[in-house]
């Protein structure tokens, strides 16, 4: 059984940052793929970017260029790093471990990007 913590999110202007930090425990963290996802208010939950055990990343179109996923896997974490922020990543963000067929959630941390 994996447990994930998010922390991190909070208010920021329009054009700001922020950096998420998922704190993994429970499992061998370099065996697990590490995504976050977004949940906008009325919307589905979904795939911002992803990193492979491996390092190699994935990014949703909206994001590239703007946010930044890692890992460290001495340290059993996973980042979100977000620049250029914008109203419309306004979402509570969820961290997931994923080793088929297994995924695992955190309870989120949410972000609002309002002036």
């Known amino acids: 059984q994996v447990q994930l913590v998010e922390s991190g999110g909070g208010l920021v202007q329009p054009g700001g940052s922020l950096r998420l930090s998922c704190a993994a425990s429970?499992?061998?963290?370099?065996?697990?793929?590490m995504a976050w996802y977004s949940q906008a208010p009325g919307k589905q939950r979904e795939l911002v970017a992803r990193?492979?055990?491996?390092?190699?990343?994935d990014y949703a179109e909206s994001v590239k260029g703007r946010f930044t996923i890692s890992r460290d896997n001495d340290k059993n974490m996973a980042y979100l790093e977000m620049n250029s922020l914008t109203p419309e990543d306004t979402a509570v963000y969820y961290c997931?471990?994923?080793?088929?067929?297994?995924?695992?959630w955190g309870q989120g941390t949410r972000v609002t990007v309002s002036s």
């Open positions: 997931s471990a994923v080793r088929y067929p297994r995924t695992y």
């Open positions: 429970g499992g061998i963290f370099s065996n697990y793929a």
């Open positions: 990193i492979n055990y491996d390092g190699v990343t």
